[in-house]
């Protein structure tokens, strides 16, 4: 099978290798579409220590059974893997906290990932899908939508707040503001691109198109400010975004475009305006299954950019680094 292989640090190549053998408790899926994310390019870029060589690359897929060695799972269902491969017996996987599974291994980092035309994943890492989930939202669900889902789960939203949205035009952007109305928020998108905000405005309550947004967030809210930031950029808004919360507000801190920045946290600020700072990763199998039931109502639509056949991953690739996309990019297996 044709798979993206990483062989050493920044080096990958689309190779033939051989199918993967499943053993008791494991299911082999046909993939049918994958994504790239922000995070591929930094693990490429050498930013993941635990990165095995060679490791197929890609945590974001959806595909079909084609065979099971697990009572859960059977030949036809449709499936989509969790970002990470659970062992099931750890104290937080049963809680239910399978995303911070003390032995849990990474797909694409150091199990093998999902840029490939078949995958072996643990079934204690999959979840069915819906049919009344399309492909192209399924396959954002368990990285994106579902992480998201996470976020605001443990920010503990309550409908009719208001959440701001950060670099609203990015593939977790415009799926985040998506989300976040589907949960009856009122949504502000953020973006420095006038010519996407055209776009964002079809799902948005309202857009913000500047760098230095804290004090139209606060026109908008009567000068109290948000009750939830989703930061999906990283430092260079994450100052704006504390500014732009009320007193008692939640910032959800999901991106990290400049990993070698360091940001100047200023504790009497976050002491005196009682904001909670909640650092996200990842999804549990159980937040999955609900984004899922959630994303069948229609109520998010998925806003590919481009879907690129596996054997030009290298164009998908330089196509992510394009600061003009909206949305996610895709590979076509």
Same mark, same amino acid.
């Not at 053998?21 to 994958?34: P, R």
């Not at 399309?134 to 990285?143: G, I, K, M, Y």
């Given at each position: 099978?044709?798979? $993206? $292989?990483?062989?050493?640090?920044?080096?990958?190549? @689309?190779?033939?290798?051989?199918?993967?053998?499943?053993?008791?408790?494991?299911?082999?899926?046909?993939?049918?579409? *994958? !994504?790239?994310c922000y995070r591929d390019l930094l693990q490429l870029a050498g930013y993941y220590p635990?990165?095995?060589?060679? @490791?197929?690359?890609?945590?974001? !897929?959806?595909?079909? @059974? $084609?065979?099971? /060695?697990?009572? /859960?799972?059977k030949p036809g269902d449709r499936v989509v893997p969790l970002l990470h491969e659970p062992d099931g017996t750890c104290e937080f996987c049963l809680r239910g906290l399978d995303a911070y599974c003390v032995n849990a291994g990474s797909y694409g980092e150091n199990l093998d990932g999902f840029f490939a035309e078949y995958a072996r994943v643990s079934a204690n890492a999959l979840v069915k899908v819906p049919n009344n989930v399309? &492909?192209?939202? *399924?396959?954002?669900?368990?990285?994106v939508l579902a992480m998201i889902y996470k976020g605001l789960k443990r920010a503990i939203l309550m409908r009719g707040e208001t959440v701001v949205v950060t670099g609203a035009s990015g593939g977790v952007g415009i799926h985040a503001v998506q989300l976040a109305r589907a949960m009856g928020a009122q949504v502000i998108a953020v973006t420095r691109s006038e010519d996407k905000a055209s776009f964002i405005r079809r799902f948005a309550d309202d857009v913000v198109v500047a760098s230095k947004f804290?004090?139209?967030?606060?026109?908008? +809210? &009567?000068? $109290?400010?948000? &009750?939830?930031?989703?930061?999906? @950029?990283? +430092?260079?808004?994450?100052?704006?975004?504390? /500014?732009?919360?009320?007193?008692?507000g939640r910032a959800i801190i999901i991106g990290n475009v400049n990993p070698d920045e360091t940001y100047a946290l200023r504790l009497g600020y976050i002491i005196m305006k009682d904001v909670s700072i909640i650092g996200n990763v990842r999804s549990n199998r159980s937040d999955v299954a609900e984004t899922l039931r959630l994303l069948g109502s229609g109520l998010v639509r998925p806003v590919?950019? *481009?879907?690129?056949?596996?054997? /030009?991953?290298?164009?998908?690739?330089e196509f992510m680094r394009n600061s003009s996309r909206i949305g996610k990019v895709l590979i076509k297996t």
């Open positions: 099978m044709k798979a $993206v $292989v990483v062989y050493e640090k920044g080096k990958y190549e @689309v190779r033939d290798i051989p199918l993967p053998k499943i053993s008791d408790g494991e299911v082999l899926i046909k993939i049918n579409y *994958a !994504a790239l635990r990165m095995k060589y060679p @490791v197929v690359l890609g945590h974001e !897929a959806v595909g079909i @059974v $084609v065979e099971s /060695r697990d009572a /859960r799972f399309p &492909d192209e939202l *399924a396959v954002l669900t368990p990285c804290s004090n139209a967030i606060k026109s908008l +809210t &009567d000068g $109290v400010g948000a &009750d939830v930031v989703i930061e999906a @950029v990283g +430092t260079p808004t994450l100052d704006e975004s504390l /500014r732009s919360l009320r007193t008692g590919i950019a *481009a879907t690129y056949p596996l054997d /030009r991953f290298s164009d998908a690739l």
